[in-house]
């Protein structure tokens, strides 16, 4: 899947086809991810990836893993992203916080769009904004926020054995979701948002996602 005019084009179409399903304003706490659309380059960088010496230009996915000496999360996987401040959109807040963690800056322009709210564990409401980054060839972690960033190849993410759904935590809930990646697997809330990445704008389908719970490591 290549990082082209013809991806741009139709993951923005998608996105505008898609009903987005949002979370009213209540007591929860409310933070935005970006889903960030950026060149391969030398791929992953992962157990269960080769390692490439020249930049592909192949489309891949943004992700990140937090630091393990986070009070929150510690070594989780995670997308860019974090708390909307005061009257900032959440398109605004994942713009902010994708400079503040990874150092690509990106303007508006370069949202394509949201997918659906997600309600977690931890009581935020998270809202997932789509974001072309291009090349992205320079990102400057930011040591306090992140460990490491990962290009993971978009068809890592349409991989047969996925997604990954396990027992509910008690009968008669809801299967807890984690994707697959390289030998390893993220969880939800991010495995969530990836999913739905996945089934909406990378397969079409119209595949809802805001039910499915998560580990009970990721509820702190």
């Known amino acids: 899947m290549r990082l082209d005019d013809a991806l741009r084009s139709g993951v923005a ?42 930049w592909r230009d ?36 994942a713009l902010r916080e994708l400079h503040e963690e990874v150092g690509l800056e990106a ?3 370069a949202v394509l769009g949201r997918l659906d709210d997600y309600a977690t564990r931890s009581g ?3 809202t997932p904004v789509v974001v072309w980054g291009g090349e992205a060839r320079t990102l400057r972690p930011a040591p306090d926020e992140v460990e490491s960033v990962h290009r993971v190849p978009l068809d890592e993410w349409l991989r047969d054995d996925a ?6 935590h008690e009968p008669g809930g809801a299967p807890v979701l984690r994707m697959p990646l390289g030998d390893n697997w993220v969880a939800a809330p991010t495995a969530a948002m990836i999913y739905q ?23 702190r």
Do not use: K, S, Y
């Open 163 to 168: 997604p990954i759904l396990d027992a509910p």
């Open 197 to 219: 990445l996945r089934e909406v704008l990378l397969l079409g389908r119209a595949t809802r996602v805001a039910h499915f719970d998560q580990p009970r490591f990721t509820w």
């Open 58 to 93: 192949d489309a891949a996915l943004l992700l990140t893993r937090r630091p393990a000496h986070m009070n929150r999360h510690a070594g989780q996987w995670a997308l860019p992203g974090g708390r909307i401040d005061g009257a900032e959109t959440p398109e605004a807040a």
């Open 124 to 126: 935020f409401v998270i």
């Open 107 to 109: 303007g508006a322009g």
């Open 13 to 54: 179409a998608r996105l505008a086809g898609w009903p987005v399903q949002a979370i009213a304003d209540d007591a929860r706490r409310r933070a935005a991810v970006a889903l960030v659309l950026v060149d391969a380059g030398h791929g992953a960088d992962l157990n269960g990836f080769p390692r490439h010496a020249q």
